[in-house]
């Protein structure tokens, strides 16, 4: 009897310590509720958090925002575009591909697409209507959201964007309709040529407004607040988290085609430490810098990748001294940009004579932008003190002194430092101070004017030069220099919705001279273009890479 007591009393035990795994399993992948969530999303989780088909991916900064009207980020967009889907995806190669549009009908005029929908269903069990795009894209051009990303509504064409996003006409005047549950009709201003691309970017993916209405403030920050229509769902995720885990969506319409039980991002901004993870078995995506380019580059896991993105640092024209083009020119040319992509990143970066890069998009002479234009702000030490000289005339002073602020990542230090130091030696009584914060912080403080210098960076959102240049037009919010220039202003607001908007050849050598004119005047100060020095465990397939929009895409990633 007593032996059996024992027995009873471990059993209890047993079954307590059990139910107490369980609740804190529940609790600590945070699934969605009842009330937000799909009854199915719980099982999905439980497989992921026990180990599961699970790829480990890294990240070298934080997700800023899971909300895709708000999100203006690379690392944003990539995990907003795992768990979510617009009416297009982009392939292998880079072209967009229906995703939740089933087909489309576009007018003989190109002002008209009409778009019938899949019957597709967000996480919650609720199914994807034309409604969620109408929602979306009218709270992206909405004053009232104040979104950073509402210019891509006009770069898009969308009929009447521009006047609504200055509040001369209400949000339901975009030229976007539901004609019912499963008919989207589109109308803009004037053709555009990569229209159907632009539809593939986060900003224009869907929002279910029930959801949205009912998250309040709340929507986007947590696993209760994040609703899924795409390959993935998420599973554990709060503002500034250093982890975020997804798991495979059981709702979505192309779900058994999806390896992956999920995925977990694990933010580790020290690459030392980062390389440590993967040689450990945590990651089986990392990336590399600096020294540990050379020491893995051998190694049959190392893959080196170009990437779209333009590092760059920005005069603040509205600080003192910054407003003189001398100045700028001499800061511009100062430092040895070959010496950050060779002795620094290692990475396969390239330097950066150039506002648009290389790869980017083609010409209507099928030739690259980059092969039939010119480079500017070459370094050029001598060139650069004599600059420097003119400037101090101009200015009536004999020294300066500047603050960059950078972002909290070992590769963004190094190059900074080095470009003090570079500036401080080639241009002697300059002196230029440090100031790192999370990336965060520092797109914040550049987009408040709250700055001197910035090291930026922007990643391509479509496959035009004009994913670039539309940034230092007059009132951009991403115009962080507050340059204005009315020749400039012309040049692209008639290659966006004017008369060299009809003309194709007409408007690509006018981006040229856009070009010339941005980096003539010093409006950024180019530093490289951004390779990517990968380590993918071996087993580890079908990961896309991409340099315009979506950087990486794991739907058909394969972790044997």
Known sequence: MKKFKNLLSLLLVVLLMLSLTACGGSKSST????????????????????????????????????????????????????????????????????????????????????????????????????????????????????????????????????????????????????????????????????????????SFLPVNEAFFTEAGDNFGTSPDTILSNGPFMITSYEPAATTITLAKSPTYWEASK?????????????????????QNGDLDVATLSGEQVEQFQADPEFHNIMAGYLWYISPNTKIAGLENLNLRKALALSYDKAAVVNNILKDGSIVADFAVPSLLATGPDGKDFRETTDTYLSTDKAKAADYWEKAKEELGVSELKYTMIVEDTESAINVAQFIQSEIQTTLPGITIELQTMPKKNRVERMQAGDFELGLTRWGPDYADPMTYLDMWTTGSPNNYGFWSNSEYDSIINSAKKGELALDITARWDALKNAEAIVMEDAVILPVYQKGDAVMIKSGVEGIEFHSVGINRIFKNAVKN
């Open 31 to 202: 699934t969605t509720g009842s009330e937000t969530g799909s009854d199915t999303s719980a099982d999905t989780t439980d497989s992921a958090a026990a180990g599961g088909n699970i790829l480990n991916v890294h990240f070298d900064v934080e997700v800023a925002s899971m909300d895709p009207q708000i999100a203006t980020d690379g690392t944003s967009f990539e995990v907003l575009a795992a768990v979510t889907e617009g009416l297009y995806s982009i392939d292998v190669s880079g072209s967009p591909i229906l995703a939740m549009a089933e087909k489309v009908d576009k007018s003989e005029d190109g002002l008209t697409y009409t778009f019938t929908l899949k019957d597709a269903q967000w996480s919650n069990g609720t199914p994807v209507t034309a409604n969620d795009f109408v929602f979306a894209w009218r709270r992206l051009v909405d004053p009232s959201v104040a979104s950073e990303y509402s210019f891509i509504t006009e770069i898009a064409g969308f009929e009447n964007a521009g006047a609504i996003i200055a509040g001369e006409k209400p949000v339901e005047e975009l030229g976007v309709n539901a004609q019912d549950d499963k008919t989207l009709v589109v109308k803009l201003d004037v053709p555009v040529p990569f229209f159907e691309s632009l539809m593939a970017f986060p």
């Open 258 to 278: 999806v390896s992956l039980d999920g995925i977990q991002y694990q933010v580790i901004k020290d690459s030392q430490q980062a390389m440590l993870s993967y």
